[in-house]
């Protein structure tokens, strides 16, 4: 018994030295982030969940990146370096994130972290960038504490937030004659708040407003028939949906039997009427659905819009530009922006040079707001249509609403965050 | 006899001077997977005190670990008390929340055991989903601020190995202990060890606390390492990773799950930087594994170690 005990010690130690001293002898060489700064390109470190099920999500994103690399390193790069990115799954799971975001740090040596689409996992990615002093640059997530009371000095985000989008929303309900409304989101982070920031702004702009009921299913869920028949029992006049992804696909088939969509008028956040969507769904897309997009390719109808569709569709072959696209592609514009304006890619400095930056996109001037890092990114919306010209729906009315007026004060941030 | 008795000193001390001496020779990425490693090995120890030496697969033991980790973070977080507060504190509520869980548990045999630890473990996670208030929901608590002598990964790193080492050595005198023996048999033949006259459900009551307490301690150290927790941390799959870990490294050998933890993590943080289809490889290399190496990695050196010395003798 003794002896087996021995040699499985011996070889397990020797196992270890033997692993401590090839990692270690390997790893020397790696490129020091500052010595040869000018031949080297400049790195940036992707994280999306290229598995699971948020991939479909993510795809045109990193699409989105690729394309506005192709496009920058084609003109001759920034500083004259190439921009290079180092892709990780972050499987939409903040611990992997956690880990991936340090790998990047710390053995690819990447100069900024972009990307991630979970809100959570933002959060994380977030904390490393705290804690490495690397700047983070958040594409998708939408949870407003990322820029808010959880924000800092590392952390930026091109993305609306869940403030913005439930108060937008809520605006635009201010001149309908409707006061009997329903809500339906998943019961997390996200569907908490975003309903939150409606009921409130709501409430606000049009008093005699009323909550006649609100759903809560699980993230993830497939059964919708039960909250279905509640929303028709409690008769509102309007539903507010943020239920997305495969859920709102299941969501309309079930709810088509029981006449759902004609007696009820229903208003949407979430992107189910974005084109990643509108594709799957086909005509089966109800009418009249006010809903938001990051983009739209159909609108607006200038020239930078149809140059940034043109240059997708001819880097990825793809048939439509899907709305997330621009995301990945403002963000790395983003960067290389602030990088050029900085003249250097020192994290400090590119910081400095980021903080009140105005980027022209292809739907119009963007600003990161200098205080909190948040843009004054707003979304397209629009009520949705079928025509002849497309076997999916698409958006009409179309509209871009940016943050600001919607978003919270300098003052009221301060005040979240305990500064003064 | 003198021979033999000195080889287990060397080993011990190659492993301790390797262990030791990691973070004077490697790079700050990898003392940071390193920490990570001896932080699930410790994990999937005290889930083997379960599985391999009791005989009991639980399927909720990440709740334990999500417990600890939670503990620390909203202690830290949320009522600011001082880290060396809260680290030993994590280990005392886990061990409650498992005396509580554990006493319906240990009731159950085979797979109504392992189904009850399911729907146990999914409950914590529930607990820690649904009540943001506390727990911040499914954004986790990020922003836990280690004490200065955990922020250089470092520090961070003897920290978690002087722990990390004292939680096996003890697991080592529990297994080793006339209690641990019993545990033994209880898995062996739990109705004949009844029969004896042993009051099998207390010790299986015993060990489900005592594991779920080393599960706190490694969630405890995992909170300040990653500087947030996650609801993830609750959930089946985490506790499904660490059945793996045990099987892959083999669970009837005291280290073999901390073996299991250290490919897994290795694997799993390799094959994801170089490819994105890293699942399909991790896949096809765990069922090499698991096919060609049933009794586990630790199992199938054992069996080298025994041919040799067997050969040895006939020379």
């Given at each position: 018994?003794?002896?087996?005990?021995?040699?499985?010690?011996?070889?397990?130690?020797?196992?270890?030295?033997?692993?401590?001293?090839?990692?270690?002898?390997?790893?020397?060489?790696?490129?020091?982030?500052?010595?040869?700064?000018?031949?080297?390109?400049?790195?940036i470190?992707?994280?999306?969940?290229?598995?699971?099920?948020?991939?479909?999500?993510?795809?045109?994103a990193?699409?989105g990146h690729?394309?506005a690399?192709?496009?920058?390193?084609?003109?001759?790069?920034?500083?004259?370096?190439?921009?290079?990115?180092?892709?990780?799954?972050?499987?939409?799971?903040?611990?992997?994130?956690?880990?991936?975001?340090?790998?990047?740090?710390?053995?690819?040596?990447?100069?900024f972290l972009m990307g991630t689409l979970?809100s959570?996992v933002s959060l994380?990615v977030s904390e490393?960038a705290r804690?490495?002093k690397i700047l983070y640059l958040a594409t998708i997530p939408k949870t407003e504490a990322l820029t808010s009371e959880k924000g800092h000095r590392y952390v930026f985000r091109v993305a609306s937030n869940t403030l913005i989008e439930g108060r937008q929303l809520a605006e635009l309900?201010?001149?309908?004659?409707?006061?009997?409304?329903?809500?339906?989101?998943?019961?997390?982070e996200y569907?908490?708040k975003v309903?939150e920031a409606f009921?409130d702004h709501?409430?606000k702009?049009?008093?005699?407003?009323?909550?006649?009921?609100?759903?809560?299913?699980?993230?993830?869920?497939?059964?919708?028939?039960?909250?279905?028949?509640?929303?028709?029992?409690?008769?509102?006049?309007?539903?507010?949906?943020?239920?997305?992804?495969?859920?709102?696909?299941?969501?309309?088939?079930?709810?088509?039997?029981?006449?759902?969509?004609?007696?009820?008028?229903?208003?949407?956040g979430?992107e189910?009427?974005?084109?990643?969507?509108?594709?799957?769904?086909?005509?089966?897309?109800?009418?009249?659905?006010?809903?938001n997009a990051y983009d739209?390719?159909?609108?607006?109808?200038?020239?930078e819009?149809?140059?940034?569709?043109?240059?997708?569709?001819?880097?990825?072959?793809?048939?439509?530009?899907?709305?997330w696209?621009i995301q990945g592609y403002i963000g790395t514009y983003f960067l290389a922006e602030a990088i050029k304006k900085a003249g250097t890619?020192d994290t400090e400095k590119v910081i400095a040079a980021m903080e009140g930056l105005t980027l022209k996109t292809p739907i119009g001037p963007v600003t990161m707001r200098a205080y909190d890092h948040q843009a004054n990114r707003g979304q397209v919306y629009?009520?949705?249509?079928?025509?002849?010209?497309?076997?999916?729906?698409?958006?009409?009315?179309?509209k871009y609403l940016n943050a600001e007026g919607f978003w919270r004060s300098v003052e009221e941030i301060k005040a979240l965050r305990g500064e003064k | 006899?003198?021979?033999?008795?000195?080889?287990?000193?060397?080993?011990?001390?190659?492993?301790?001077?390797?262990?030791?001496?990691?973070?004077?020779?490697?790079?700050?990425?990898?003392?940071?997977?390193?920490?990570?490693?001896?932080?699930?090995?410790?994990?999937?120890?005290?889930?083997?005190?379960?599985?391999?030496?009791?005989?009991?697969?639980?399927?909720?033991?990440?709740?334990?670990?999500?417990?600890?980790?939670?503990?620390?973070?909203?202690?830290?977080?949320?009522?600011?008390?001082?880290?060396?507060?809260?680290?030993?504190?994590?280990?005392?509520?886990?061990?409650?929340?498992?005396?509580?869980?554990?006493?319906?548990?240990?009731?159950?045999?085979?797979?109504?055991?392992?189904?009850?630890?399911?729907?146990?473990?999914?409950?914590?996670?529930?607990?820690?989903?649904?009540?943001?208030?506390?727990?911040?929901?499914?954004d986790?608590?990020v922003g836990?601020?280690?004490?200065?002598?955990?922020?250089?990964?470092?520090?961070?790193?003897?920290?978690?190995?002087?722990?990390?080492?004292?939680?096996?050595?003890?697991?080592?005198?529990?297994?080793?202990?006339?209690?641990?023996?019993?545990?033994?048999?209880?898995?062996?033949?739990?109705?004949?060890?009844?029969?004896?006259?042993?009051?099998?459900?207390?010790?299986?009551?015993?060990?489900?606390?005592?594991?779920?307490?080393?599960?706190?301690?490694?969630?405890?150290?995992?909170?300040?390492?990653?500087?947030?927790?996650?609801?993830?941390?609750?959930?089946?799959?985490?506790?499904?990773?660490?059945?793996?870990?045990?099987?892959?490294?083999?669970?009837?050998?005291?280290?073999?799950?901390?073996?299991?933890?250290?490919?897994?993590?290795?694997?799993?943080?390799?094959?994801?930087?170089?490819?994105?289809?890293?699942?399909?490889?991790?896949?096809?290399?765990?069922?090499?594994?698991?096919?060609?190496?049933?009794?586990?990695?630790?199992?199938?050196?054992?069996?080298?170690?025994?041919?040799?010395?067997?050969?040895?003798?006939?020379?």
């Open positions: 018994m003794k002896r087996k005990v021995l040699s499985r010690v011996w070889v397990l130690g020797l196992g270890v030295l033997v692993l401590a001293v090839s990692l270690t002898s390997g790893d020397r060489g790696l490129t020091p982030r500052a010595a040869d700064a000018t031949s080297h390109p400049i790195r470190g992707l994280l999306y969940g290229i598995t699971g099920f948020a991939a479909i999500y993510n795809k045109p990193i699409h690729e394309v690399l192709a496009e920058i390193n084609e003109a001759g790069g920034v500083l004259g370096r190439k921009l290079q990115y180092a892709l990780r799954d972050d499987k939409t799971n903040p611990e992997v994130a956690v880990r991936m975001a340090n790998e990047l740090v710390l053995r690819e040596k990447v100069d979970a959570h994380a490393v804690k490495n309900e201010k001149t309908t004659p409707a006061t009997r409304y329903y809500t339906i989101a998943n019961d997390y569907g908490r309903v009921v709501v409430k702009v049009k008093p005699r407003a009323q909550i006649v009921g609100q759903g809560w299913p699980k993230l993830g869920e497939t059964e919708w028939t039960p909250f279905i028949t509640a929303i028709l029992a409690a008769k509102p006049e309007v539903v507010l949906n943020f239920v997305y992804g495969d859920m709102f696909i299941a969501f309309v088939k079930q709810a088509k039997p029981y006449g759902y969509f004609e007696k009820v008028r229903v208003i949407s979430a189910v009427v974005s084109t990643e969507m509108a594709v799957p769904l086909g005509k089966d897309m109800p009418e009249g659905i006010l809903g739209v390719f159909y609108w607006p109808d200038t020239a819009h149809r140059k940034f569709v043109k240059a997708y569709l001819d880097k990825t072959g793809e048939a439509f530009v899907p709305g696209a890619t629009g009520l949705t249509t079928h025509s002849a010209d497309y076997p999916f729906a698409i958006l009409k009315d179309v | 006899m003198r021979g033999t008795s000195l080889r287990p000193l060397w080993g011990w001390g190659l492993l301790a001077l390797g262990l030791g001496g990691f973070p004077l020779l490697a790079s700050e990425f990898y003392i940071r997977l390193a920490t990570e490693i001896l932080i699930m090995a410790l994990f999937a120890m005290s889930f083997n005190l379960l599985l391999g030496y009791g005989g009991m697969l639980s399927f909720g033991h990440a709740g334990f670990y999500a417990v600890g980790a939670y503990t620390v973070a909203i202690l830290m977080k949320k009522t600011s008390v001082p880290f060396f507060l809260a680290f030993p504190a994590a280990p005392a509520v886990t061990a409650l929340v498992a005396a509580v869980t554990g006493y319906f548990c240990v009731r159950l045999r085979g797979f109504y055991f392992s189904i009850l630890t399911l729907a146990f473990g999914q409950l914590i996670w529930g607990v820690i989903f649904k009540w943001s208030a506390l727990t911040e929901g499914d986790g608590i836990i601020r280690a004490p200065t002598f955990l922020t250089s990964s470092g520090g961070s790193y003897y920290f978690t190995l002087v722990l990390t080492a004292a939680c096996i050595g003890l697991l080592w005198m529990i297994i080793e202990s006339p209690f641990g023996r019993t545990l033994l048999a209880i898995r062996e033949n739990t109705d004949r060890t009844q029969f004896i006259g042993v009051d099998v459900n207390r010790l299986r009551l015993l060990a489900f606390v005592l594991s779920a307490t080393f599960a706190g301690v490694a969630g405890a150290l995992f909170a300040p390492f990653n500087g947030s927790v996650f609801p993830t941390f609750a959930l089946w799959t985490k506790s499904g990773e660490v059945v793996m870990m045990s099987i892959l490294g083999g669970m009837h050998t005291f280290l073999g799950p901390a073996v299991g933890a250290a490919i897994m993590l290795s694997l799993d943080q390799m094959i994801s930087v170089y490819t994105e289809y890293w699942p399909f490889v991790l896949g096809v290399i765990l069922l090499v594994l698991v096919l060609f190496f049933p009794a586990g990695i630790t199992g199938f050196v054992r069996v080298l170690a025994r041919r040799e010395s067997a050969g040895t003798r006939l020379a």
